[in-house]
């Protein structure tokens, strides 16, 4: 018997771990921010609580949103597309085949087997055969703006809840340190698994994500040192 052959692809995960990633390192990221800004400006712990929990909801809701438009958008792109392709198809069949045919040329492909490659696919279904090789659709790659939206939410709640945990957990004095700490080591780990899921370099994922969050609480603190001093001043 012919042995079996198995190859590991990381294409038809690109859509839910893009949300996914995106959700969970915006959530830390967003979150650990905003109450290191808050902490900076000398704020009593319950006070960093209620502006790190509404930075929570308000940043689930603004990426389950922002997400679903963005992906509703590229759906309805691709439905325009296919219902053009269908019309063609039923008014100029010769030249849908032709046109596919050409495809398979540019490829690589001899004219007389592309043009007999072609015929064979548009029996079998011409418009997913148009949506395949001319505008680059398939099941996997098709968006889906409801599940996109409810990853990036469900992601981004999930990473928000680890600052949060940070500065509920932490000693009064030492809030800021640990929640900078444990925000940078969750991003890292968040881009190792991007890395690793994705087939690229878990190093330079970790990296990536962990200089852009440590950026971003620096800035968050600088604004949080300043106003919070001109306010009690």
Request: glycine share 10%; no cysteine; hydrophobic share 55%.
């Amino acid at each position: 018997m012919p042995k079996r052959h198995f190859e590991i692809h990381y294409a038809d995960r690109i859509g839910w771990l893009r949300a996914a990633v995106l959700g969970a390192n915006d959530g830390i990221v967003s979150t650990a921010s905003l109450v290191v800004g808050v902490a900076a400006a000398s704020a009593v712990r319950g006070d960093v609580m209620i502006a790190g929990i509404a930075g929570m909801v308000a940043g689930a809701m603004s990426m389950a949103a922002g997400e679903y438009v963005s992906v509703s958008s590229q759906a309805d792109t691709e439905k325009a597309d296919l219902e053009r392709e269908k019309k063609e198809l039923a008014t100029d069949s010769a030249g849908e085949h032709r046109e596919l045919a050409n495809i398979y040329i540019k490829r690589g492909l001899d004219p007389a087997l592309a043009k007999k490659v072609s015929e064979q696919l548009m029996a079998h279904d011409a418009l997913m055969a148009h949506a395949r090789d001319e505008l680059g659709l398939s099941e996997i790659h098709t968006a889906q703006p409801i599940q996109a939206a409810l990853a990036s939410a469900l992601s981004f709640a999930v990473g928000a809840v680890l600052p949060l945990l940070a500065v509920l957990l932490a000693p009064s004095n030492l809030m800021i340190p640990l929640v900078v700490g444990s925000s940078l080591f969750f991003l890292a780990l968040m881009g190792v698994l991007a890395a690793y899921l994705g087939g690229a370099n878990i190093w330079i994922g970790a990296l990536r994500v962990t200089f852009w969050g440590l950026l971003a609480m620096l800035a968050t603190a600088l604004v949080g040192k300043l106003f919070g001093t001109n306010v009690a001043g």
